[in-house]
């Protein structure tokens, strides 16, 4: 049952639910019918995960953060980075260090390493000022401190919640994460790309089905190009315009497709001679440390390149050369250039475009998905004029091509991933809502007779699924060396660990847990004054087994009942019984005992009345003769002992004879006569002692 609801909050409340924690909710906190600041919220059972961290690149300031006000980050158990792009990790400084987020924070190897690198230059590249900057370089070298590793196919728990992850493709580092909670898994994609390109693997596909695929649609149905037609594309178009003595702008992102497009160019630049003269710059502050990290991270690759790398370094590009900044730029004759950032909103990209935009001989290249709102957006339908970061316009006078190398999955790769998966619920992320419409719609029509549930909340909307929570317990080591024939009872200690169960033997524990067995030893001795025989007699009545043990094993005379707990003769007057505990061992020393006592109660007594016993006696009945006597006086004021050893009573003139010895009153007031009668019989209970009967 899957349904969608209006934003709301989700900060932790009390409230209980109707279907006791079964409830999951799914939120995007950020890409919900939009592409940037990918951020997805979740919650079951208790249990708080956050699906990336990052910016809208079309906004600045605050504006460009995920609605983290929805949550309560104190709340947050784990936070899952799939990889380093900005729109996916880049207000991970701002949520670790300026809100409450307490949690775990993991990612990849490769994307730890680029993250730092990445964001740094972010930082200072971003054209804002210092109160509005969402963060600065200290800040991100304390989230460093703060995040951790995974790789790939390795799970890890935390708070109850097991993940792992899978190869995405896309950029080096890229995850698809797994989550399971209680049960229920959920597959979180992130940008996947199924193509293999030059340097990276394809996406794999999970070996089981999740409940839940949350899937980027950022290429809804359209379709790519064969990759050879891309790539002859787009060194025609490069070849063509150095031709006629332009220059080529290529807006990247400074790392995963920059990589892909410089192997492609330094590898046609190697096979045209002609070109040799023709400079291709790498305008990125980020060139030599990235370059360094990719060639650290060369067996994350696809083994084209491990083989190449095997004789050379493929990223020691033998036509490409670094380009930290403008200044150090030679802007005379044919050039090309790859300059980040890919939206053309801000840095070197930005600053040459404003300088080659007028010009028809040259051309741009956009290689990538480009993002609503930015000005790469903007000029891929060729307007008349852009406008300049000092607010003045130009004429758009250059050539525009847009020549897709984005490596996100296309519909074909979107629909034989989910084809292989058939998850029952699917829900859309990253993607603009048009695109994101059109997907849905296919989809819908495509799983129309498996009852796929097809859903693409907007931001902040929640996704509200419920799951029947079915509670398995699995037999592991000694336990599960024989497979149980049907019917056969299994026996064992049954450990719960956040929602896993297993079954295993007692001497497993400490080798499957961190728990440990102990053994506890109970003795108990009870007063027996009969003959032993007499007990073991009346215990072989109860019990099938009752054994005798050898004198010099129990150190006297003894017996085994039940194969668990022994009986020792220990004195004339006591008897002692030992056993192990458990549950079975208790309830056969507790039927032991009841037994021992109830022939106690069955012996005869003779009981012998001494001139001692005899006087002491005498001593008690004198004692409760004056309590009485006092007890009668504080009750009724004026009472006297008369004749025969009656006692006179006397209250407002009315005059009562109690006889002690049998209780009978005497009085012409029957009221008085009635009050003494009860008074004087409550007194006698209270202070004469009930007698015992002896059987």
Not at 404 to 423: G, I, N, R, V, W
Not at 450 to 466: A, D, F, G, L
Not at 552 to 560: D, K, L, N, Q, V
Request: with cysteine; net charge negative.
């Amino acid at each position: 049952m899957a349904s969608t609801g209006p934003p709301q909050s989700l900060k932790r409340s009390d409230t209980s639910l109707t279907r006791e924690g079964d409830q999951l909710i799914i939120t995007p906190l950020g890409a919900g019918n939009e592409v940037g600041r990918s951020c997805v919220y979740m919650s079951y059972k208790g249990k708080t995960i956050l699906f990336d961290c990052g910016i809208h690149p079309a906004y600045s300031g605050m504006a460009t953060l995920p609605y983290f006000d929805e949550i309560d980050p104190s709340t947050i158990d784990v936070l899952l980075v799939t990889h380093f792009h900005l729109d996916h990790a880049a207000s991970l400084p701002y949520f670790l260090e300026k809100t409450t987020f307490k949690g775990r924070v993991f990612m990849t190897h490769a994307t730890k390493a680029i993250y730092k690198l990445l964001l740094s230059d972010f930082v200072k590249v971003s054209k804002v000022s210092v109160e509005d900057m969402l963060y600065d370089e200290q800040d991100i070298l304390r989230s460093m401190d703060k995040i951790e590793v995974i790789d790939f196919h390795q799970t890890l728990e935390v708070n109850g919640i097991r993940f792992w992850c899978y190869t995405a493709g896309h950029v080096l580092g890229a995850a698809m994460f797994m989550v399971d909670i209680a049960g229920v898994r959920v597959l979180y994609t992130g940008d996947y790309s199924h193509e293999e390109d030059r340097h990276l693997r394809a996406a794999e596909i999970p070996q089981f089905s999740p409940d839940i695929c949350i899937i980027e649609s950022t290429y809804g149905v359209q379709l790519h190009q064969p990759r050879n037609v891309r790539e002859k594309r787009f060194t025609y178009v490069i070849h063509s315009t150095i031709s006629q003595g332009g220059c080529v702008l290529i807006p990247a992102f400074a790392l995963g497709r920059a990589q892909e497009l410089l192997l492609i160019l330094d590898e046609y630049w190697s096979n045209h001679p002609e070109l040799h003269n023709i400079p291709i710059y790498y305008a990125s502050p980020l060139a030599k440390g990235c370059m360094a990290v990719y060639q650290t991270y060369i067996n994350s690759m696809n083994e084209r390149i491990r083989n190449q790398f095997a004789n050379s370094n493929p990223f020691d590009f033998k036509h490409i050369s670094p380009l930290k900044s403008i200044e150090n730029f030679n802007d005379v004759g044919s050039s090309v250039v790859m300059a980040s950032p890919s939206g053309l909103q801000s840095g070197l990209s930005r600053q040459l475009f404003e300088m080659w935009c007028s010009d028809k001989k040259n051309a741009c290249v956009i290689p990538g998905y480009v993002v609503e709102g930015t000005l790469a957006k903007t000029i891929i339908n060729e307007p008349k004029e852009v406008t300049l970061m000092n607010g003045l316009t130009a004429p758009l006078n250059m050539q525009v091509h847009y020549i897709s190398f984005s490596a996100h999955a296309d519909f074909a790769q979107t629909s034989t991933f989910l084809k292989e998966l058939m998850p029952p619920n699917i829900i859309l992320v990253h993607g603009e809502a048009n695109e994101m419409g059109r997907l849905k719609q296919k989809l819908i029509t495509q799983f129309a007779d498996r009852n796929t549930k097809i859903i693409s909340p907007k931001n902040c909307q929640s996704v509200e699924m419920y799951f029947n929570s079915e509670k398995m317990a699995k037999t592991i080591g000694r336990l599960a060396e024989k497979t149980p024939e049907v019917g056969e009872t299994v026996s064992g200690l049954l450990v719960k660990k956040a929602f896993t169960y297993q079954i295993m033997a007692p001497d497993d524990l400490h080798v499957f847990s961190q728990l440990s067995t102990t053994n506890i030893s109970q003795r108990i001795t009870i007063a027996y004054s009969g003959a032993f025989g007499v007990l073991k007699h009346r215990l072989k009545q109860m019990f099938e087994s009752v054994e005798s043990l050898p004198d010099e094993e129990s150190e006297g005379p003894a017996f085994r009942v039940h194969e668990r707990l022994t009986v020792k003769y220990e004195s004339e007057k006591h008897i002692s019984l030992h056993w192990r505990s458990d549950p079975i061992s208790d309830m056969v020393s507790d039927s032991v005992v009841a037994l021992v006592l109830n022939i106690s109660r069955e012996i005869p007594k003779v009981v012998v009345e001494s001139e001692e016993a005899t006087k002491t006696e005498e001593e008690n009945s004198k004692k409760a003769e004056k309590v009485i006597h006092a007890l009668l006086v504080s009750l009724f004021g004026d009472v006297k002992f008369g004749e025969n050893g009656k006692l006179v009573i006397s209250v407002d003139g009315n005059v009562a004879h109690l006889d002690k010895q049998s209780g009978n009153v005497e009085s012409e007031n029957e009221g008085l006569k009635e009050r003494v009668r009860v008074a004087f019989q409550r007194i006698q209970n209270a202070v004469k002692p009930i007698p015992l009967s002896v059987s």
